[in-house]
């Protein structure tokens, strides 16, 4: 029988061993009942790509219209220059500075936006075979029809001329001949001009990359003249050579290689390009060349009284419409040229900001189908081709070029 006493003992044991094994169950709840994750942290929205450029350098041409292509607009990235995106989008040096008034050519500036000059208005020439127009620095290939249903195509790139006292000429000749990896030959006028400049230069200069010729020559109709590539790409746009016509290396050869010997080369000088689109009538404004001696005060109206007496088929259409365009906005594009075609129709007069505002914008990358790949070094594989070039007729590869 148990006394009062050992009762208290047993009740006070059981209290203890109670408190004691209640305790024991926090730290075990602890282990399955963890505390819910916090949320990972949101990843910030990476705003959308623009879409790539299309090809800017070809074109079919609709039906009754003299323009192609559209203006376009990029962004800048902080390591770009402007002759960084005017090769990669095809155009000229002098087209994309003159597009682009107060960017610095060398250092746009990261996120600045570049307007990218790809819509042209055609030369008022024949559309047949090569037409260079030396104003807007930029030739035209108008590939034969495979017949005569298939629509007119052009292909278009821009293109460096001769410097002031070297001009190119003007008028039409052919080609008469193609030499890949040419010998470069500098004529005595060339090599005097340099002599006195502190730059002697060779009587000849083996095809590499210190050849000015690049690696695809044209020969001309004209004694001397050419169309080449260049080892100095950033020059194309601008007037650098001693008369010759220089391409970017990826433009000259596909030139090359698409144009056949014999094929008619149509040289005009049109600073004022006027051309058609549906019914409104478009200027292009890239101002004379500095040795064009030509009274252009009225810029497009100064062509007024010229094309009065023109046959062309543009000039008729423009002297039927003669009372609704407006000559006085004709007359301030061309006093700013900056190479982007405005609309001139009386009710259409189309303003510079506000093309450009409504251009698409474009991914800051190579173009869809661009006929450049990227690549600086046109003579990669040098070895592969110094092995080739030994094994032909040095005789067949040399040219006296300006």
């Given at each position: 029988m148990r006394t009062p006493d050992r009762r208290r003992v047993e009740r006070l044991l059981a209290i203890l061993l109670l408190a004691s094994s209640v305790a024991a169950c926090v730290p075990f709840e602890s282990l399955w009942r963890k505390e819910p994750k916090p949320p990972p942290p949101q990843q910030p929205v990476a705003a959308p790509q623009a879409p790539l450029a299309e090809a800017t350098h070809q074109f079919v041409v609709e039906q009754g219209s003299?323009?192609?292509?559209?203006?376009?607009?990029?962004?800048?990235?902080h390591e770009d220059t402007l002759p960084d995106l005017a090769r990669r989008f095809n155009v000229g040096y002098e087209e994309i500075v003159r597009a682009n008034p107060g960017v610095d050519p060398w250092l746009p500036g990261e996120g600045t936006r570049v307007v990218l000059p790809t819509r042209f208005v055609l030369p008022d020439a024949p559309r047949e075979g090569l037409v260079i127009n030396l104003a807007a620095m930029r030739l035209f290939?108008?590939?034969?029809?495979?017949?005569?249903?298939?629509?007119?195509?052009?292909?278009?790139?821009?293109?460096g001329i001769g410097k002031v006292g070297w001009s190119t000429p003007e008028g039409r000749t052919k080609i008469v001949s193609k030499v890949k990896d040419p010998t470069w030959t500098p004529p005595a006028s060339v090599r005097k001009e340099h002599a006195e400049n502190g730059d002697p230069l060779p009587a000849k200069v083996?095809?590499?990359?210190?050849?000015?010729?690049?690696?695809?020559?044209?020969?001309?109709?004209?004694?001397?003249?050419?169309?080449?590539?260049t080892n100095k790409p950033y020059g194309v746009g601008m007037r650098v050579s001693h008369g010759c016509i220089r391409l970017y290396p990826e433009d000259i050869s596909r030139v090359f290689e698409d144009v056949p010997v014999g094929t008619s080369v149509t040289?005009?000088?049109?600073?004022?390009?006027?051309?058609?689109?549906?019914?409104?009538?478009?200027?292009?404004?890239?101002?004379?060349?500095?040795?064009?001696?030509?009274?252009?005060?009225?810029?497009?109206?100064?062509?007024?009284?010229?094309?009065a007496k023109s046959k062309s088929l543009l000039?008729?259409?423009?002297?039927?419409?003669?009372s609704s365009i407006n000559w006085d906005r004709a007359r301030e594009i061309a006093v700013n040229p900056s190479g982007i075609p405005l609309a001139v129709s009386k009710g259409h007069e189309g303003e510079l900001q506000a093309v450009v505002a409504a251009a698409p914008e474009v991914r800051n990358a190579l173009p869809s189908g661009a006929t450049w790949d990227g690549s600086e070094d046109q003579y990669e594989g040098e070895g592969e081709f110094r092995e080739l070039l030994s094994e032909r007729d040095p005789a067949k590869r040399e040219s006296t070029a300006r």
């Amino acid at each position: 029988m148990r006394t009062p006493d050992r009762r208290r003992v047993e009740r006070l044991l059981a209290i203890l061993l109670l408190a004691s094994s209640v305790a024991a169950c926090v730290p075990f709840e602890s282990l399955w009942r963890k505390e819910p994750k916090p949320p990972p942290p949101q990843q910030p929205v990476a705003a959308p790509q623009a879409p790539l450029a299309e090809a800017t350098h070809q074109f079919v041409v609709e039906q009754g219209s003299d323009l192609v292509g559209r203006i376009q607009v990029t962004t800048a990235r902080h390591e770009d220059t402007l002759p960084d995106l005017a090769r990669r989008f095809n155009v000229g040096y002098e087209e994309i500075v003159r597009a682009n008034p107060g960017v610095d050519p060398w250092l746009p500036g990261e996120g600045t936006r570049v307007v990218l000059p790809t819509r042209f208005v055609l030369p008022d020439a024949p559309r047949e075979g090569l037409v260079i127009n030396l104003a807007a620095m930029r030739l035209f290939y108008y590939p034969p029809r495979k017949d005569k249903d298939a629509p007119l195509e052009v292909v278009t790139h821009p293109i460096g001329i001769g410097k002031v006292g070297w001009s190119t000429p003007e008028g039409r000749t052919k080609i008469v001949s193609k030499v890949k990896d040419p010998t470069w030959t500098p004529p005595a006028s060339v090599r005097k001009e340099h002599a006195e400049n502190g730059d002697p230069l060779p009587a000849k200069v083996p095809a590499g990359p210190d050849n000015p010729l690049g690696r695809h020559m044209m020969r001309l109709g004209w004694p001397s003249y050419l169309m080449h590539g260049t080892n100095k790409p950033y020059g194309v746009g601008m007037r650098v050579s001693h008369g010759c016509i220089r391409l970017y290396p990826e433009d000259i050869s596909r030139v090359f290689e698409d144009v056949p010997v014999g094929t008619s080369v149509t040289v005009v000088n049109q600073p004022y390009l006027l051309g058609w689109q549906g019914a409104v009538l478009y200027v292009q404004a890239y101002g004379p060349l500095d040795d064009d001696e030509r009274d252009w005060a009225h810029g497009p109206a100064s062509l007024r009284k010229k094309g009065a007496k023109s046959k062309s088929l543009l000039w008729k259409r423009v002297a039927m419409a003669d009372s609704s365009i407006n000559w006085d906005r004709a007359r301030e594009i061309a006093v700013n040229p900056s190479g982007i075609p405005l609309a001139v129709s009386k009710g259409h007069e189309g303003e510079l900001q506000a093309v450009v505002a409504a251009a698409p914008e474009v991914r800051n990358a190579l173009p869809s189908g661009a006929t450049w790949d990227g690549s600086e070094d046109q003579y990669e594989g040098e070895g592969e081709f110094r092995e080739l070039l030994s094994e032909r007729d040095p005789a067949k590869r040399e040219s006296t070029a300006r």
